[in-house]
């Protein structure tokens, strides 16, 4: 397995290098050199390759997990040596701004905001906060409406970073340096660094959805806080409802209350019934969409292209818009995916309540990549499907 690990890693950095050497058009997922300053690519190429030295990235991750134990125990300590963290990765989102922070909607939400709206059906409290923040701090201070979207991102990527290493905490308590560096390796990070657009705040909340739903199926504790949760990403953004839709009656429908406690009560059977209607809403989607239902209409594909759409679901162009996309924002999955199907091999027939989590979330992402509409292009529209994917 560590081969097969080992070389499906290499492959993958050898295609980046590639892709931003060569500058192949059809590989925009991996081509940095448009995003970054040439010699930010060059490192990141240079560092990819180093951890491909397994003595280095041994040494790498030992002192990765050195500097962890290392972190003050003590509750002011911690508090301190937190806040300078934050500090310090606050500036680097705002220093390191992305150089194309406004595209399609990015442009559409400022504008909107200049013109007084305070509402936006599918991102409530996203644009509501992003609204009062510029009408309330930023315009009298002086700055412009993106400095509002730059201050917010900033402040969730530091929110999403804690939850990621608490995350990895969790998975993988003995090698939690390795596997945060591997998920923070998504190029899901962009979204932080002074992109202006509706996805930073939503992103950040995943990582503490998906430890809070994995705290409740395996320590058997009460669902309430994973349905809050729910609640606030749904109605910060719309799509954190529909990724999150399968997980939320997962737990919902383990839960049996006894006598004063809450058991758990997962079967493959309950996977599969959730896994077939998961696969039924999605389908119920393209059905509205194909009898002209405006609002599925627009946003969902048809499942081959026609005149109006060009691109189908099962059309070459929009499969290769997905593999991009996955390339951008799935690079830790793609890694590990043979690690992922082995674990699931060896735990058949019964499969750990964080597996079924998995799947139920790879189900759904998956659905949502292949069947919705990038209304904007697969380019332009990479930062929602970053969420999915």
Not at 7 to 27: D, E, K, M, Q, R
Not at 154 to 160: L, N, R, S, T
Not at 341 to 351: C, E, G, K, M, Y
Request: with cysteine; proline share 6%.
């Amino acid at each position: 397995m560590q081969r097969i690990l080992t070389a499906v890693t290499f492959l993958i950095v050898a295609v980046f290098a590639v892709a931003n050497l060569v500058g192949i058009p059809s590989l925009w997922g991996f081509n940095l050199f448009k995003f970054l300053p040439a010699p930010w690519v060059w490192l990141s190429i240079g560092f990819a390759g180093l951890l491909l030295v397994p003595s280095i990235s041994r040494s790498l991750g030992i002192s990765l997990e050195a500097a962890l134990a290392g972190f003050p125990r003590r509750a002011a300590h911690a508090y301190a040596a937190a806040g300078v963290i934050s500090l310090v990765l606050g500036l680097l989102f705002v220093w390191f701004r992305a150089s194309l922070p406004l595209l399609g909607d990015g442009v559409l939400r400022t504008n909107e905001i200049l013109d007084g709206a305070w509402f936006y059906p599918s991102e409530m409290l996203d644009f509501l906060l992003h609204a009062a923040l510029f009408r309330f701090i930023f315009d009298p201070l002086g700055f412009d409406v993106s400095a509002t979207y730059w201050a917010t991102a900033a402040a969730a990527g530091i929110v999403f970073l804690c939850g990621l290493l608490r995350l990895a905490r969790y998975l993988y308590p003995s090698q939690a340096a390795g596997a945060f560096l591997l998920m923070v390796s998504s190029g899901l990070m962009v979204l932080f660094f002074g992109y202006v657009e509706s996805y930073a705040i939503v992103a950040a909340l995943f990582p503490y959805l998906i430890h809070s739903g994995l705290n409740i199926l395996d320590r058997r504790s009460s669902p309430r806080p994973f349905i809050l949760l729910y609640l606030l990403a749904a109605c910060t953004h719309l799509i954190a409802g529909i990724l999150f839709f399968p997980v939320l009656l997962l737990i919902l429908l383990t839960t049996r209350k006894g006598e004063g406690t809450i058991e758990r009560s997962v079967s493959p059977k309950m996977l599969t019934a959730l896994i077939v209607l998961t696969f039924g809403g999605f389908a119920a989607g393209i059905a509205g969409s194909m009898v002209g239902v405006d609002l599925l209409d627009r946003n969902i594909l048809p499942i081959i292209g026609t005149a109006a759409q060009s691109h189908g679901i099962f059309s070459p162009g929009h499969l290769a818009i997905i593999a991009n996309w996955l390339l951008l924002s799935a690079l830790p999955a793609l890694v590990l995916a043979p690690v992922l199907v082995n674990a699931l091999r060896i735990q058949r027939p019964s499969l750990s309540p964080s597996a079924m989590l998995a799947i139920l979330l790879g189900v759904s992402s998956g659905l949502f990549i292949f069947i919705f509409n990038p209304q904007l292009g697969g380019p332009r529209d990479w930062d929602l499907f970053s969420l999915p994917a």
